[in-house]
């Protein structure tokens, strides 16, 4: 069965960048849009970033400005670059494929950025 894996997540200080990478371990059909989200432990996973098949990006309003989603479909992945990191974006970062059947997730990478 297809599978997301990100990579990209690691430490980085307040005020520098990472790119958070996913790709997709096999085929996966009918995807409506790709997104980030993020998850603290004992709190609901979040929003950061979605991006349509169409190339419509929306951001919640924490990264916006700061963040940017997009897709290269010659690499078969989606990316979300961070830029200006603030120590409240540290957490887990988990891919998603929303598609017409099944959502699909990776397993997440973290992201800690120290003050």
């Known amino acids: 069965q297809a599978q997301l894996v990100e990579s990209g997540g690691g430490l980085v200080q307040a005020g520098g960048s990472l790119r958070l990478s996913c790709a997709a371990s096999?085929?996966?059909?009918?995807?409506?849009?790709m997104g980030w989200y993020r998850q603290a432990p004992g709190k609901q996973r979040e929003l950061v970033a979605r991006?349509?098949?169409?190339?419509?990006?929306n951001y919640a309003d924490s990264g916006k400005g700061r963040f940017t989603i997009s897709r290269d479909d010659a690499e078969n992945t989606v990316s979300l670059q961070m830029n200006s990191l603030k120590p409240e974006d540290t957490d887990v970062y988990y891919c998603?494929?929303?598609?017409?059947?099944?959502?699909?997730w990776g397993k997440g990478t973290l992201v800690t950025v120290s003050s």
């Open positions: 998603n494929a929303d598609t017409w059947g099944q959502e699909y």
């Open positions: 096999g085929i996966i059909f009918r995807i409506k849009a």
């Open positions: 991006i349509t098949t169409g190339g419509s990006a």
